[in-house]
């Protein structure tokens, strides 16, 4: 089931069919035509919609560069910035299709400007036209069995008739909800059934801030009697693995020796209190975790992007991937499990990130207490990469 | 032979081949239905992005008195120059040209390996290649080959190409020198 996500133009529907990372700071970012070398002419645009500091992508999803193809050219405007966010939440979390629709996936065509200061939705020109373009293929599509949202400016509400498949947003929050496996997001195709979500989402506040009270009242008093005492740490949720965790642990750093990484030196990185020391960025090749047999897996969740990844394991230990933008400090939590989270649970995690407006909001004891309901062992490290 | 008999017989040929010019009507003009002027060789030359300069430089390339002018007319008016690379091995193809005044360099796309990122990067570029862009000329003894680069932004502009495409190969290939208008 893929999430098909259209750029609604004056002439018709374009697909986005794919979206690269590139993350050369060299190679500025690129909008292809059909995965051939044209390019259209809103290349220049997209590299400020990721450049960071003027745009939004770099911020939100980490690279520093991306190569996206579309069906067909775009020449102007900027009514575009809608769709490609939406399609970059999509790849984030393994959703995004190539634009060839079959039945039980979703489609989402957008239509919007963003302000990047502020994440508001824009009013765009010509939007009774792009619907009307669209219509036909909007109902072929739902013939088929696919869901179908067209995704419009709130401030453009009086330019078009709204039916069906028209879902008005204010900003980039809203739009996301479009997205399957979003929070309120699967039940969501007009502005009503939104107005009730957000009714429900009240009561789901309410009803969370009542069950808090509780457990600060019944917490308060456990925490006075003996027994608590006993009680680890939130995020130790039992203490013989976790010792185990920590004792087998070590982060080794290859640093180049000469002017290439030819040759290299074994480093050990100083582990206190769960902080690994920092690290220089400039000559380090390559940076390896190296845990006993009762690690099982191993997270790496990023402090400055919204990246969760699972490193992957060989001989060397767990390797972490360096980053190839290597003009800022990089900083990132490191978390050691004793039982494997299926990618379900990981990709939990991700939409966890993803609801923060912030990468940098995660905190430590944010994380844990997200990783102690799911009822593993683990713990948690910090490690920053450093510019010198 | 001696470069200078080379350079004798060349401008013996470009004077008679412009006096045939001056007293009968050029074949080839009457042909594509579009004659050009000199001045399209200077506004070429000088980076002028609205001259259409595919049609004009297979012009050039067909024409030695053409070509000679118009490399003289790079030779004054480029914004910088690359000349043919002395290279110490018998391998012609470079990974990246540099001068003074600009880089050019590529990288190889990830997902379609035949596709190449081509990077100019002039730090101190000027005010027409913030606005209208950046040519590159690509000058042999035998052919000239141009492509127009978009604005630069950052110091930096960029083409994606086909690794097959004689232009890009034109461009990191030791035996072509290079112009920037």
Known sequence: MKTHIFIATTQGLVAIQNITPIDDEDISSVVSVNGTSTTANISGSYHNFVKKGVGIIQQMFGACSYRVDISARIDQGNSWQVAIYLAHLAQSKGLLGNGEVNQGDTVICATGEVNTSNHQVLAVTEVALKLKLAQPQLEQWTALGVKVQFLLPKANQSDVEQNNYTLLVSDLEQAALALPNSTQSQTSPSVKSKKSASNNSRIIIIIAIVAAVLVVVFGLSKLTSPESKQHQPLYKTSKAPQTELNKSIQLVALIEQGKSCAQTSDEPVLLNKKVFADLALNQLCALYLQTNTTVVQILLVAQDAYTVLPLKQNQQGWQIPLPKNRASHRSYFLVAIAQSLSEDKIEQLRLYREAMPKPSLLTESALASWLEKQKVNFTVYTHKLVIE | ?181
């Open chain 2, 1 to 181: 032979m001696p470069d200078h008999l080379n350079h004798m017989q060349e401008q013996v040929f470009t004077a008679k081949a412009l006096y045939r010019e001056l007293h009968q009507h050029p074949p080839e003009q009457s042909h594509s239905g579009k004659s050009w002027l000199f001045n399209d060789l200077v506004q070429l030359a000088q980076g002028n992005p609205k001259i259409d300069g595919h049609q004009l430089i297979q012009h050039i390339n067909q024409s030695l008195p053409l070509r000679r002018q118009y490399m003289q007319l790079l030779q004054k008016l480029a914004f910088a120059s690359s000349p043919v690379q002395a290279a110490a091995s018998s391998k012609t193809e470079i990974s990246s040209r540099k001068s003074a005044e600009f880089e050019l360099l590529f990288k190889r796309d990830k997902q379609f390996s035949g596709q190449v990122y081509v990077i100019l990067k002039i730090p101190h570029s000027i005010e027409k290649h913030h606005n209208q862009g950046v040519r590159v000329n690509c000058c042999s003894d035998n052919l000239i080959s141009t492509m127009h680069f978009p604005p630069i932004v950052d110091g930096k502009t960029q083409l994606l190409m086909e690794e097959s495409d004689q232009k890009f190969i034109n461009m990191f290939d030791a035996e072509f020198a290079i112009y920037l208008s």
